[in-house]
């Protein structure tokens, strides 16, 4: 079973502060979803990273691929209330089961104004 | 809006009964999924259809099933409901069944919050 380990659990910040949210496995994933979930709304998909190593940017958020593919960090830069959400990563497993993503529990992050 | 729907928003039953929750997938998505989300177990994977067929289960109950439609349309089928039931319960669609080597993109619609008394 492919289980991932999201860190902190909660976070509580001040706008314009900066954050980093980890994602851990034992498992290797062909690749990983970062989403944002608001209250009571489905999460909505933010980035997909494929390449071990891979940075991607969107806007202030940053997301990075492990090396060996098996952990992802999300930074976030000069945070804004408007980033008030649920971020869970989500990893496709390779061969046969890429489609099926496993979910961490994900970081609640709140910023105050 | 992400282009799938789900109805009901929310649904209260009792202990022993059985529901039915609809989906509906975004314009020209053949693949559906079904998602729990409970405070304690996060967002757990059910099963997944595509093009009206069964393409993979995860962590579904016997005493849930569901059915994809000819018009795409999905069903969830939850019976002999238990207090430990209560969730929010997610649909979500894509294109396709995955690409080798690739995450599909799923898009979700807005849940069904199941209460059971």
């Known amino acids: 079973t492919q289980l991932l380990e999201q860190s902190p659990q909660f976070l509580s910040i001040q706008e314009g502060e900066n954050l980093t949210v980890y994602c851990n496995s034992s498992?290797?994933?062909?690749?990983l979803q970062w989403y944002r979930q608001e209250p009571g709304e489905g999460p909505v998909l933010l980035v997909t990273?494929?390449?071990?190593?891979e940075v991607k940017k969107l806007k202030r958020l940053t997301f990075q691929f492990g090396d060996a593919r098996k952990d992802s960090s999300l930074h976030i830069t000069a945070a804004q209330p408007g980033d008030t959400g649920l971020y869970l990563c989500?990893?496709?497993?390779?061969?046969?089961?890429?489609?099926?993503?496993?979910f961490g529990k994900g970081t609640l992050l709140t910023v105050n104004p | 809006d992400s282009g799938v729907t789900q109805t009901p928003k929310h649904l209260i039953t009792a202990t022993g009964q059985r529901v039915t929750l609809r989906c509906s997938p975004r314009?020209?998505?053949?693949?559906v999924y079904w998602y729990q989300q409970s405070l304690d177990q996060g967002l757990q994977f059910l099963i997944q259809?595509?093009?009206?067929?069964?393409?993979a289960k995860g962590n579904i109950l016997e005493r849930f099933s569901a059915q994809q439609f000819p018009d795409l349309h999905s069903e969830l089928n939850l019976s002999s409901l238990e207090l430990g039931d209560s969730a929010l319960y997610f649909c979500?669609?894509?294109?396709?069944?995955?690409?080798?080597?690739?995450?599909?993109?799923?898009?979700f619609g807005p849940g069904t919050r199941l209460t059971v008394l």
């Open positions: 979500a669609s894509s294109v396709g069944a995955g690409l080798a080597g690739v995450g599909v993109e799923q898009f």
């Open positions: 314009s020209g998505d053949l693949s």
């Open positions: 989500a990893g496709a497993g390779s061969g046969g089961s890429n489609y099926k993503l496993t």
């Open positions: 990273v494929v390449t071990g190593g």
């Open positions: 498992s290797v994933f062909s690749s």
């Open positions: 259809y595509y093009n009206g067929e069964e393409r």
